[in-house]
């Protein structure tokens, strides 16, 4: 895409829909035997669909339209159901495994000639939700640093499976999941990106060990190993980038993990809950004195970042009380030059990590990253444009509206300038502005009539009512 007439295109590229997806589909499920018998994992119903709807609603919801299923085990049956993926506005090609299971790598490498130049390979009995626009941007944006692929992980801690990956900062140390270290408190996602050329004859045979991986099967020659193999060798050479995520993923590899994610679809997608939604410069964090504009500026550094004391106890007040909580963000530094892209997730991933630390789940970082205009410094100009996010329109509060049932009448947002409570009030959600509104003719001018008026987000989770309290009633 050219944003500008006359322009090459920015190689860093956080548009979704060109991207290609792949999918593994081929397990045997046999750990869900009773579930499997007729059906493939994917189309194990849950709550009346089947599974891979979910992954699929969330997948089109982040923009992706570009499809290829690695089919194996009653591939019929998914080819069947999905078709070529026309009935939902996108395109879906298939693969078919062979007779013998070739292993995730062997699998992918089959389906060598499909593959784009770069992909996203995620799993079809997994469900995992995450910021994907900001997966592509940091692939990309590695890929500018001499990377070739890209891993997401999350802090586990020993929670889900065995930890697997050792991080140092911000970039992969090692990952391996055949030899757990004590030091290894990351573990791979499920979610990866690849550029193709990593699946050629040549590298793939420099990697593996020793030909025993190659297999005569349907009078081909084909490669059989774990993509962990490939995983390993590219932390190992520093080509692999990560995204550290913080919201637990879910899997269906077990009638208790199945149950669980029932459980957890009833809740999402069944039944509506409010949500909270939250400004955060100014609100949860400190705004900063910039040395540059000589103005209080939003953080535009990770060393910048100072939240706020109460921040912690109000957002877990608020979590705990029965909302959703979603972070709702201007964050123009990158598209002024102030900052990169790169840095300004960051700062959220840092957030969201030490809170998750902490046992506060945010279930969500919206951030606009765009402006209007460009400046004389601006480098990524791919975030210069008129978007629908950017607040005081209501767009970064509505992002959520298709993949979770939020009842917007008993939801909320905060926020510390006039545009939040605008961007609530077209949002329909009831208004909380922290500060105090002096100036009665800005407040004339701009129309603005909060919900509510506190001092801090302290108070303003205070005024929260419990939403727990009032389903007991
Ligand atoms: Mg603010």
């Known amino acids: 895409m050219v944003w500008f007439p006359g322009e090459k295109m920015s190689d860093y590229n956080t548009d979704t829909e060109n991207i290609q997806i792949v999918v593994l589909m081929g397990g045997l499920g046999t750990r869900l035997k009773e579930f499997t018998k007729e059906c493939p994992k994917p189309l194990v119903d849950v709550e009346g669909r089947p599974f891979f709807d979910y992954s699929l609603k969330l997948l089109m919801h982040h923009g992706f339209r570009k ?39 062997g699998a992918v490498k089959r389906a060598y000639d499909l593959l784009e130049d770069d992909f996203l390979l995620m799993y079809g009995d997994s469900f995992m939700d995450i910021d994907y626009e900001e997966t ?33 900062g911000r970039e992969i140390e090692l990952y391996d999941k055949r030899d757990i270290k004590p030091e290894m408190d990351y573990i791979d996602y499920g979610v990866c990106m690849y550029s193709k050329e990593l699946f050629e004859d040549d ?39 990560a995204h550290i995520v913080t919201k637990r993923f879910y899997e269906i590899g077990s009638p208790e993990s199945l149950n669980e994610f029932r ?40 060393s910048e970042f100072k939240p706020f004391p109460e921040a912690e106890d109000a957002l877990r007040r608020i979590k705990e009380k029965g909302y959703y909580v979603f972070l709702a963000t201007n964050q123009p530094g990158a598209a002024k030059g102030k900052s990169s892209l790169k840095t300004l997730y960051d700062i959220n991933t840092l957030f969201a990590e030490q809170l998750s630390d902490k046992g506060i789940d945010i279930d969500g970082i919206f951030m606009c990253p765009h402006y209007p205009k460009m400046s004389e410094y601006t480098k990524e100009k791919f975030l210069i444009k008129t978007c629908d996010c950017r607040k005081p329109k209501p767009g970064l509060l509505l992002k959520p509206k298709d993949i979770c049932n939020i009842d917007y009448d008993n939801s909320y947002m905060i926020g510390d300038s006039f545009t939040d409570i605008v961007a609530g009030q077209a949002a329909g959600v009831k208004t909380v502005y922290i500060g105090e509104l002096k100036c009665d003719a800005c407040k004339k001018l701009c129309d603005i009539d909060p919900d509510h008026i506190v001092h801090n987000v302290s108070e303003a989770a205070d005024i929260i009512p419990d939403r727990n309290q009032a389903v007991i009633r």
């Open 67 to 105: 499809f290829l299923f690695l089919i194996g085990y009653r591939a019929e049956m998914i080819e069947e159901y999905y078709g070529d993926g026309s009935r939902l506005g996108i395109s879906i090609t298939y693969c078919y495994d062979g007779k013998e299971l070739l292993g995730t790598g």
């Open 136 to 168: 592509v941007y940091r692939y990309f944006e590695g890929k500018q640093r001499g990377m070739k692929a890209l891993m997401t992980v999350l802090k586990n801690g020993n929670r889900f499976d065995k930890s697997n990956v050792i991080m140092n």
């Open 263 to 302: 459980s957890y679809v009833k809740h999402r997608f069944n039944e509506s809950h409010p949500a909270v939604f939250i400004d955060r410069d100014g609100v949860l964090n400190e705004i900063v004195f910039n040395d540059d504009t000589e103005q209080m500026d939003s953080p535009q550094k990770l």
């Open 203 to 241: 590298y793939l045979e420099s990697i593996l060990s020793g030909g025993k991986e190659r297999e005569q099967t349907d009078g081909k020659t084909v490669l059989k190993f774990d993509i962990a193999v490939l995983q390993k060798q590219l932390s190992l050479d520093k080509k692999i980038t």
